[in-house]
């Protein structure tokens, strides 16, 4: 039996009561074979850190009650964009930039397309001229699929001395 996949929209607003620990939950699914990773222990910050932004969005993908994944980000402040770190130039001048953080689906739903219709749903409402994310060099797997959803690779960084190397990708969401 084919069960539906229902996508739920959150903003920085009215988050549930449990919200938080649901996402936790979820990542902790997600990365259970490198959870004795120093920089996945430290998710609840990050989630704290994205939930706390000026517009913050996410959309939860639900089988039944039971989430399945989640892509959440905000809007990057003026000139604190990741990808101004690269080469990268806006070729129409416009660098409103949204930052997709997270995009994760627990293994035992993957390979269903609910990580591709959770990205969708977050950048479908987007004002911002440019839509980034960061993906660790050593899934190339990864890297791919962002560019199956019109993201380029414009460079590289570290943001935290104990993260991976991340590729820098940018798409355009207005062309």
Known sequence: MTRVIELRHYGKEGLPDGFRQMLIDVHADAYADAMDDEFNQRFPWFVDHWSGMNGFTCVVAFDG?????????AP??????WWRSTDFEPNNAYTATYAVSEVMVRPQWRKQGISDRLHEALLEK?????AVLLVDVTHPKVQALYEMWGYEKVGEQQPFAD???FAVMVKRLHP
């Open 76 to 81: 990057l402040q003026p000139g604190r964009e």
């Open 65 to 73: 009650d039971e989430p399945t994944g989640f892509a959440y980000g």
């Open 126 to 130: 987007r004002e911002e001229d440019l």
């Open 163 to 165: 993260s991976p190397v």
